[in-house]
């Protein structure tokens, strides 16, 4: 069975849709929280503005995404492994490009560095093969 194009991207709508919705009463209900919460303690700022967000719905960017995670870990483990940054500032990126929260107050060890000679980039040892005429 054939979808057309124009279903799932009515599809996607309505799952962003829902999805905005659903984090405008997530932020409702934050903001209701702390404004109880404020009767009882004044160190509760009654002007914070509260932002919710969440996932792409449609995960039209993930190969963007996994593109740029790649380069970035691969750029960040070169200065890594030339003792440019250190283990925290590694693992901080990895996470971040990842999509993840780093937690900085565990402790790491020192994770194993490459030596710089094998970081040469070899030249692919399968040649492209040549156009045949049909």
Request: charge should be neutral.
């Amino acid at each position: 069975m054939c979808i057309p194009a124009t279903w799932l991207y009515c599809s996607y709508k309505n799952f962003a849709d829902y999805q905005a919705s659903f984090f405008n009463i997530i932020r409702d209900v934050v903001q209701i929280a702390c404004a109880v919460r404020r009767q009882v303690d004044p160190n509760i700022l009654p002007s914070r503005e509260i932002y919710i967000h969440g996932q792409d719905i449609t995960e039209r960017d993930n190969p963007n995404l996994s593109i740029a995670f790649q380069r970035a870990t691969l750029a960040a483990s070169e200065l890594y492994d030339r003792k440019m940054i250190d283990t925290r500032a590694l693992l901080r990126i990895v996470y971040q490009f990842g999509g993840l929260t780093y937690d900085e107050t565990d402790d790491q060890p020192e994770g194993l560095r490459r030596p710089i000679a094998s970081h040469r980039r070899h030249e692919s040892p399968v040649s492209p093969s040549p156009k045949t005429d049909p």
